[in-house]
Structure formats: structure tokens, C-alpha cells
Nanobody, 123 residues
Framework: QVQLVESGGGLVQAGGSLRLSCAAS????????MGWYRQAPGKQRDLVAA???????TYADSVTGRFTISRDNAKNTVYLQMNSLKPEDTAVYYC?????????????????WGQGTQVTVSS
């Protein structure tokens, strides 16, 4: 019923930039918070940045000042602009969204994840 599809990962040199996108599709009524998480090998999945439907943002200390999260509510899409990338930013990045969707004759809500996109920063 609902799907999140990410794009924009890749290989970049330290100091470079990447922009991740995540589009939600399906029988969507509304989307509350959207966010980006990352997971490096052998580590837990951590929050990178989040944004509410009203545009309030939250960032991990390690990315503050370098990453910017934004969203286009008309397109059900969230973005992560990553600048001044460092090797320690290397991870699989996952999109997350809290979505209210149509299910038959009623509404339901769920917490959805994208499939993940690899970001690799070389030194």
C-alpha cells in the first residue's frame, strides 16, 4: 500500500557533496515526520536528521552545519543535502516516514522504511 524509494547515494571524495531523495507512494492520506537514518557496518542504525510536516528539523550533532534536511509535501518527498562529507559519514542511509494511509474504507497509520542507499566517502 505504501512504499518509500530512495535515490542519490554513491561514492564521493572527502569534502564533496551528495543529495539523497526519498519519495513515498501509495494510498497516502498524510505524512507526519520524515527522517534519515544511517547504519555503518557493525554499528546500530542512528538518526541523522528528521523533519516534521510543519518543517521543524532535528539533526545529529555529528552532521549539524553540514547536512540539511528538507521536504516537498506536494510530492511526498524528503531530501538530505550532504556537504563537506567525511569518511566517517560512510554508511547505508535509510529513509523513514510516519504515514497515514487509506486502507479500504478506513484510515490506518504505519512507520515505513526505504530499502537503503549506500553512501561511501573516500579519504
Amino acid at each position: 500500500q505504501v512504499q518509500l524509494v530512495e535515490s542519490g547515494g554513491g561514492l564521493v571524495q572527502a569534502g564533496g557533496s551528495l543529495r539523497l531523495s526519498c519519495a513515498a507512494s501509495g494510498s497516502i492520506f498524510s505524512i507526519d515526520a520524515m527522517g534519515w537514518y544511517r547504519q555503518a557496518p557493525g554499528k546500530q542504525r542512528d538518526l541523522v536528521a528528521a523533519i516534521t510536516s510543519g518543517g521543524t528539523t532535528t539533526y545529529a550533532d555529528s552532521v549539524t552545519g553540514r547536512f540539511t534536511i528538507s521536504r516537498d509535501n506536494a510530492k511526498n518527498t524528503v531530501y538530505l543535502q550532504m556537504n563537506s562529507l567525511k569518511p566517517e559519514d560512510t554508511a547505508v542511509y535509510y529513509c523513514n516516514a510516519d504515514i497515514i494511509y487509506y486502507s479500504g474504507s478506513y484510515y490506518s497509520n504505519g512507520d515505513y522504511w526505504g530499502q537503503g542507499t549506500q553512501v561511501t566517502v573516500s579519504s
